[in-house]
Nanobody, 114 residues
Framework: QVQPVESGGGLVQPGGSLRLSCAASGSDFSRLVMGWYRQAPGKQREFIARITSGASTNYADSVKGRFTVSRDNSKNTMYLQMNSLKPEDTAVYYC????????WGPGTQVTVSS
């Protein structure tokens, strides 16, 4: 099991960039498939990206080509580089295992607005 804590969110203008971090406690991190998820106001939480222990990645169509997921197993940390941000990317961003477990972190708010 891992307990994640997300950071790096903030307010950014359309077209801007942010880098999110996910620090995960637990000794199993390096072996786990990890994922990024987000929840916009009034919507369900959705999957956006995942990365395997071997660094293979998959993305939701809505972020493909704009977001990049990576990990540093030596630091038990996963990252999400977000470029070309759009207002519709506004959401609380979470990390978790993939498939998701019950152990959610507090999330980090990303707001894309001019």
């Amino acid at each position: 099991q891992v307990q994640p804590v997300e950071s790096g969110g903030g307010l950014v203008q359309p077209g801007g960039s942010l880098r999110l971090s996910c620090a995960a406690s637990g000794s199993d991190f390096s072996r786990l498939v990890m994922g990024w998820y987000r929840q916009a106001p009034g919507k369900q939480r959705e999957f956006i990206a995942r990365i395997t222990s071997g660094a293979s990645t998959n993305y939701a169509d809505s972020v493909k080509g704009r977001f990049t997921v990576s990990r540093d197993n030596s630091k038990n940390t996963m990252y999400l580089q977000m470029n070309s941000l759009k207002p519709e990317d506004t959401a609380v961003y979470y990390c978790n295992t993939f498939p998701r477990s019950p152990h959610w972190g507090p999330g980090t708010q990303v707001t894309v607005s001019s």
